[in-house]
């Protein structure tokens, strides 16, 4: 493969780390997003959803996934993948654990259609991130107690930089073609498990206080969010609470040649010294 690889998403909380990867690695990198922004190493493009012929110009390997936030997946993304499928370009479509439990799942109706496309794809469906704490569950790290409606159920957390790991060894050898990964962790831990593992990183007690659905959907609207994408986090917590993502998979050394990395070594990473008190 000598073509250029599109990375859409390219400042996002994976595709940063995948295009540093690719650059890394030698490949010629097309970083995608709707406001371009300079990468080191890469070329900058502006992508449009609905009209991706520009951005796949000269590209023969993409990087695709639906933005945080958005609720119709198909509707988005097909548009790219049908343009990509006319110029023969192999996808990487991330989607997420567990989707292909029914095939009225949209983001599985994604997978579906590049499955069906015929083109080479290999589909990555990783578990929840170790970022969120960062993100999403910032603002109860930050008051002490992590209020989220996961129950007692435990997720194998996957640190964003073995996601695109994963997808730069996908993206490097047609040997995974056809096939699909469930990325995570190598262990599953509850979130009080969590909460107590992240105090030590950020100098506070972090507590945990399993939530209803109702009132986690207030605090993530009122936190930024959007209403609808709000009650979506809502309903894929229900997974966690019965079990379901607390398998471990070999998805990740298998994909990029290396362990996953703990939650423990996420926050050793990541935890900002600054919030530290």
């Known amino acids: 493969m000598s073509g250029k690889i599109l990375v859409v998403g390219a400042t996002g909380t994976v595709g940063r780390h995948l295009v540093a990867a690719l650059v890394a690695k030698g490949e010629t990198v097309k970083a995608a997003s709707r406001t371009p922004a300079a990468i080191a190493g890469a070329e900058s493009v502006a992508f449009d959803f609905a009209d991706p012929a520009a951005a796949l110009e000269g590209v023969d390997r993409l990087y695709l996934l639906s933005p945080t936030g958005h609720l119709d997946p198909v509707g988005l993304l097909t548009p790219v993948i049908t343009e990509a499928a006319r110029r023969k370009v192999k996808i990487v479509l991330q989607t997420a654990m567990g989707v292909d439990a029914d095939d009225n799942i949209p983001l599985r109706q994604v997978e579906l259609a590049v499955e069906r496309?015929?083109?080479?794809?290999?589909i990555l469906r990783p578990n929840w991130f170790a970022d969120n704490f960062e993100t999403y569950w910032k603002g109860d790290i930050l008051n002490g107690t992590l209020r989220v409606?996961?129950?007692?159920?435990?997720?194998?957390l996957v640190d964003a930089r073995d996601i695109a790991d994963s997808a730069a060894g996908a993206l490097k050898t047609d040997r995974f073609n056809g096939q699909a990964f469930a990325l995570t962790g190598p262990e599953a831990l509850t979130y009080a498990q969590a909460a107590e593992l992240l105090s030590k990183h950020y100098g506070r007690t972090i507590g945990y206080q399993p939530t209803d659905d109702q009132t986690f959907v207030a605090a993530m609207t009122k936190a930024g969010l959007n209403e609808g994408y709000a009650q979506l986090l809502a309903a894929i917590f229900h997974p966690v609470r019965e079990g379901w993502t607390a398998s471990v998979t070999d998805a990740v050394e298998k994909l990029s040649g290396h362990a996953p990395r703990s939650?423990?070594?996420?926050a050793k990473d990541n935890v900002k010294a600054s919030v530290a008190q």
Do not use: I
């Open 117 to 122: 496309s015929g083109v080479p794809f290999v």
């Open 149 to 156: 409606p996961a129950g007692n159920g435990a997720t194998s």
């Open 263 to 266: 939650l423990e070594q996420w």
